[in-house]
């Protein structure tokens, strides 16, 4: 498998070239990976305007994954998503959205003042439950009489995956595309079968390659199905990409496809024994959430557990894990996890299931109807803004999203207005301020 951007940076680290340019450190006294790191000098292509090793990288990438087009992005699928927003802003396309987004899709919608009809989805226990109402989806699109698009984001943050082949040929039955936020399934086309989103219809998608392969934070792929939409992904990823990408990121995707090529489809099988094996191991004592393997979401209030507590029990006990809440715990594994990584995480969970408090199993379904909605997304992100207690938030607007929840549901989206179902919702999940749009009177 080539690897071209880490031969061009390996031969260019021992080279011993004198660095008349960027950057500052100019890979000297330092350890390894700064002689690594460098700008785009002759040879060393342009991300934006690839047409060498970066390019030939993407290519690979493509092949692998079966798209029409991939390319890298240094900037998390954060950039992906407002390239992908972009893309379906210029075509004019009205945009409907399950509520379960990330922050950085309500932050591009306000870059590129784009309005959003929101599909509310079902959550128990703070677990999104992976279904999304086709019948409600087919209604929306087939009446709408303006180009539209549907975004959703699957698997979401514990693991749930939507169905997203029967969303894509509803959406193409009415000439809609589909855009698929996949931050957390890069590792999705390399099972037996792929459930990967291009795979499976999406039209683009993102991935997010240090979720869930060896690369470095940061290190995100842009993906296409669409002939139409190839030549678009690297002129939209511009408009808002950082000048300076990381050639260190680059690196780390590039490598990527060497381990995909290698050796993914054998660590997934390895990986979803492992888990497998784990999750029989502790069948009487956790109530396991289901969806992609390596999201283990433990339904702990339905366990008679505290996620939170059990959080610390495990950090106790040499564990960090991925998100908790009062209800749930998120413990984020990858193809990489080896056999011995999760004999040490069933030993840590038998020790703090010893210690952690029970409380009566309980289970509570998350409910909201959609607050009235008094300015567009982008005119409440871009007006005064101030911090006030959720006490006090009542009939004010919500400016930006402070904090996502259940995990990746915003109560109050930007340009909403705050009422009282809402407060009683922030105190719920112990969201204690907002950020609303300042009162000029």
């Given at each position: ?33 700064f ?7 002759n040879?060393?292509d ?26 890298y992005?240094?900037?998390?699928s954060t ?42 989805p ?33 698997p ?47 039209d683009?998608?993102c ?5 869930m ?15 139409k ?16 990408p ?5 690196l ?24 497998s ?29 505290n ?20 209800r749930?715990?998120?413990l ?15 030993s ?18 998350f ?51 705050v ?23």
């Amino acid at each position: 498998m080539n690897t071209p951007i880490f031969d061009f940076l390996q031969n260019y680290s021992r080279s011993n070239t004198l660095r008349c340019h960027m950057p500052g450190h100019k890979g000297i006294g330092f350890p390894l990976p700064f002689s690594f790191d460098i700008t785009e000098i002759n040879g060393a292509d342009s991300l934006f305007e690839a047409d060498g090793i970066i390019s030939q990288s993407e290519k690979i990438m493509s092949s692998l994954y079966g798209t029409q087009s991939t390319v890298y992005s240094a900037g998390g699928s954060t950039l992906c998503i407002q390239a992908m927003l972009k893309i379906v802003k210029d075509e004019g396309r009205k945009v409907f959205a399950v509520r379960n987004v990330h922050r950085s899709f309500l932050n591009a919608c306000a870059l590129f003042d784009i309005d959003v009809q929101w599909i509310i989805p079902d959550y128990t226990d703070g677990i999104l439950s992976g279904t999304i109402d086709l019948q409600k989806v087919e209604s929306l699109l087939s009446k709408e009489t303006a180009p539209s698009c549907l975004y959703v984001t699957s698997p979401d943050y514990t693991g749930k995956i939507a169905d997203i082949q029967s969303l894509a040929q509803i959406c193409h039955r009415y000439g809609s595309v589909l855009v698929v936020d996949n931050a957390h399934g890069s590792h999705l086309h390399f099972f037996d079968k792929s459930i990967h989103p291009i795979y499976l219809g999406a039209d683009m998608c993102c991935d997010s390659a240090h979720k869930m392969l060896p690369a470095l934070t940061g290190g995100a792929m842009l993906h296409t199905s669409s002939k139409k939409y190839a030549p678009l992904l690297k002129n939209a990823m511009s408009i808002t990409g950082s000048t300076s990408p990381s050639y260190l990121v680059l690196l780390s995707l590039d490598l990527c496809n060497r381990y995909i090529y290698e050796s993914i489809r054998s660590d997934i099988k390895v990986g979803t024994q492992s888990i497998s094996t784990l999750k029989a191991r502790f069948s009487q004592s956790l109530i396991f959430s289901d969806g992609d393997p390596f999201h283990i979401t433990v339904k702990a209030s339905e366990c008679g557990l505290n996620g939170n507590e059990l959080a610390d029990e495990l950090r106790n006990n040499g564990v960090e894990c991925e998100y908790s809440d009062s209800r749930i715990l998120v413990l984020l594994m990858s193809p990489l996890n080896t056999q011995a990584d999760y004999i040490r995480l069933s030993s840590a969970l038998e020790k703090s299931l010893k210690n952690v408090k029970k409380y009566p199993p309980s289970e509570s379904r998350f409910t909201m109807s959609l607050p009235q909605k008094a300015m567009s997304i982008r005119e409440a992100v871009f007006s005064p803004q101030e911090e006030i207690p959720v006490e006090c938030a009542e009939g004010r607007v919500c400016a930006s999203v402070k904090v996502p929840c259940p995990p990746a549901i915003p109560i109050v989206a930007s340009g909403e207005v705050v009422n009282s179902e809402s407060i009683v919702l922030f105190k719920k999940y112990g969201i204690k301020s907002i950020i609303a749009v300042k009162d000029m009177r």
